[in-house]
């Protein structure tokens, strides 16, 4: 059984690629209202994200970037803004820098 990331709360490479695709599917929010639909969708998601990503830092991070997003489309705030931070900070996760 693969994990969705390490100890040191970065995602595997398929973890990454899963969560990607996942806001791929949602990135017509960019161009088109919110309905109840997609809210459902996108805090099912959020749940999705939770449990198996864990209470890492970067985890944490990568949760609270997608409730930024939820939260943009809610209040009809800055919604490419916020899907763009969330795309960077999923692609980002997987990225180990070494000292």
């Given at each position: 059984m693969s994990t969705a990331s390490d100890a040191s709360g970065a995602l595997?490479?398929?973890t990454r690629a899963k969560l990607l695709?996942?806001?791929e599917r949602v990135e017509h929010l960019l161009f088109e209202?919110?309905?109840q639909a997609d809210l459902d969708r996108l805090y099912a998601?959020?749940?999705?994200w939770t449990e198996p990503l864990g209470d890492s830092p970067e985890a944490i991070a990568?949760?609270?970037a997608l409730d930024?997003?939820?939260?943009a489309g809610i209040e009809d705030?800055?919604?490419?803004?916020?899907y763009r931070e969330l795309v960077?900070?999923?692609?980002?996760s997987g990225l180990k820098t070494t000292h």
């Open positions: 595997s490479a398929s695709a996942e806001l209202p919110m309905t998601l959020s749940d999705r990568l949760c609270d930024d997003f939820i939260a705030g800055d919604v490419e803004k916020a960077e900070r999923v692609q980002r």
